[in-house]
């Protein structure tokens, strides 16, 4: 089965930015979708499609997907944005898999 | 708005079945299809399952085939998710979740706990 890889933990300073990746094979090659998790709540889809935000979103969230590695961009972080991301893919026969997670601490 | 609504949090003993709903409502039911996901503690997202709540076909994860089944009722805008031969292990939040772009989960359930324990 497709394996999603993510580095367990980011650490940023406010203000600057954070980029969050997810390695697969070929994953240009598939729609890659990220989600913010913080604790205690359901996920937010932060970035579809590999760089289309949901309305809401603010543009700070930003993606892109190339070769084996999909990145999430993070500009000017905030406190707030302090949670785990996730990315996701469509495997086939509507099969969907999620990498393993990373942290996004804000210093 | 899109909402969709749980039912509460269960306990459950080894090897019994669980069965989890998600009212939804906000929208046309049945032009979106519904995933479920769970979140054991302390751990990551995993994918179950989806449901087309038009027709009812599904597709389920590997891991969960032959446990997992989920179904619908249109006539209350109903999706359910029953895990049959639980496990220790299968102690998680459980969430639905609507599809959006793609096939992302654009809209979220609040989640239901389960804990399975002797």
């Known amino acids: 089965s497709y394996v999603l890889t993510q580095s367990p933990s980011v650490s940023v300073a406010p203000g600057q930015t954070a980029r969050i990746t997810c390695g697969g094979n070929?994953?240009?090659?598939?729609?890659v979708h990220w989600y913010q998790q913080r604790p205690g709540q359901a996920p937010v889809l932060v970035v579809y499609?590999?760089?289309d935000r949901p309305s809401g979103i603010p543009e700070r969230f930003s993606g892109s997907n190339s070769a084996n590695t999909a990145t999430l961009t993070i500009s000017r972080v905030e406190a707030g944005d302090e949670a785990d991301y996730y990315c996701?893919?469509?495997?086939?026969?509507?099969?969907?898999?999620f990498g393993g997670g990373t942290k996004l601490t804000v210093l | 708005q899109v909402q969709l609504v749980q039912s509460g949090a269960e306990v459950k003993k080894p090897g019994a079945s669980v069965k989890v709903s998600c009212k939804a409502s906000?929208?046309?039911?049945?032009?979106?299809?519904m995933h479920w996901v769970r979140q054991a503690p302390g751990q990551g997202l995993e994918w179950m399952g989806i449901i087309n709540p038009s027709g009812g076909s599904t597709s389920y994860a590997q891991q969960f085939q032959g446990r997992v089944t989920l179904t619908r009722d249109t006539s209350t805008n109903t999706v359910y998710m029953e895990l049959s031969s639980l496990r220790f292990e299968d102690t998680a939040v459980y969430y639905c979740?609507?599809?959006?772009?793609?096939?992302?989960?654009?809209?979220w359930g609040q989640g239901t706990l389960v804990i399975v324990s002797s």
């Open positions: 499609d590999d760089s």
């Open positions: 996701q893919v469509w495997n086939s026969s509507r099969v969907w898999v």
């Open positions: 070929n994953i240009a090659s598939k729609s």
């Open positions: 979740a609507r599809n959006y772009g793609s096939g992302s989960q654009g809209y």
């Open positions: 906000g929208y046309s039911f049945s032009n979106y299809y």
